[in-house]
């Protein structure tokens, strides 16, 4: 039998938290809502009172953020569903946490996918690990962490451990520095979105790898890259002369 998820929804927008009840009601079974609050310090009390299983979090509210209340309740457990205007910061900050948002204005099958992945990872306590990395993402940006999906949970590695990236077909490869190799049912074009502005580049239409980590580049039509770890990458001849410039 279903169990039924106890949610509460924080939105410091009346209007808002209106939509959102009426949606949730209405089209994500098995969600009861027993709370609503408006700004940060309610959204702390409402949690530590009641409870919850589930979070509707509002990003930006008065006298703070939601990163504040994932700080002041980060001994409970319960799952994040983050409600966010378009912001490219906030968007890489849940992606690399695994995390889940909806982007208003709210899409009705957006929240009930949001939703339905939140309940079929309930049961996987992972809930603080996410949010731990998104408010250390946020905190301490010199030192990324990446949250990766495995078949058994989630995973979390630094991004300067990461070397680089093979996509194949619906699948990302990534390899460490370590030598180690992990495998993500995620497409190569989420992660080169992902690690804009990182430290790394899509060199090839298969291949992303760490700039730092590039010690030779052999000649050619688009030539090659070797590794630290000796590894060489193909180099696409669209994509040498946006690599030239890393040289220059």
């Known amino acids: 039998m279903m169990k039924n998820l106890k949610a509460i929804l924080v939105d ?24 609503q609050a408006k700004d940060v310090p309610g959204a702390i009390q409402t949690i530590k009172t009641l409870k919850p299983d ?21 001994d409970l457990e319960f799952e994040t569903i983050f409600i966010t205007a378009f912001n490219d910061y906030a968007i890489k900050a849940f992606n690399f946490s695994a995390a889940y948002y909806i982007l208003k204005p709210i899409d009705i099958g957006e929240l ?7 309940r079929s990872n309930f049961d996987q306590k992972e809930s603080s690990l996410r949010s731990k990395v998104i408010y250390d993402n946020i905190q301490f940006p010199e030192n990324k962490k990446l949250v990766l999906p495995t078949l058994s949970g989630f995973e979390v590695v630094y991004l300067k451990d990461i ?20 495998v993500v049912s995620k497409v190569l074009k989420f992660f080169e979105d992902m690690l804009q502005g990182q430290g790394f580049m899509r060199v090839h239409r298969s291949h992303i790898v760490r700039l730092d980590s590039i010690k030779k580049y052999n000649k050619g039509r688009g030539g090659s890259v070797v590794l630290s770890d000796n590894s060489e990458i193909e180099v696409s001849a669209q994509k040498k002369q946006e690599l030239m410039k890393y040289f220059d």
């Open 12 to 35: 410091d927008e009346k209007a808002a938290r209106e939509t959102l009840e009426n949606y949730v009601l209405k089209y994500c079974e098995g969600v009861e809502l027993i709370g």
């Open 112 to 118: 009930i996918k949001a939703v339905n992945k939140v």
């Open 163 to 182: 070397l680089r990236l093979h996509g194949s077909s619906n699948y990302t490869e990534i390899y460490l520095v370590d030598g180690k190799k992990k």
């Open 54 to 74: 589930l979070v509707f979090l509002d990003v930006e509210m008065p006298f703070g953020n939601a990163f504040d209340v994932l700080e002041q309740c980060a």
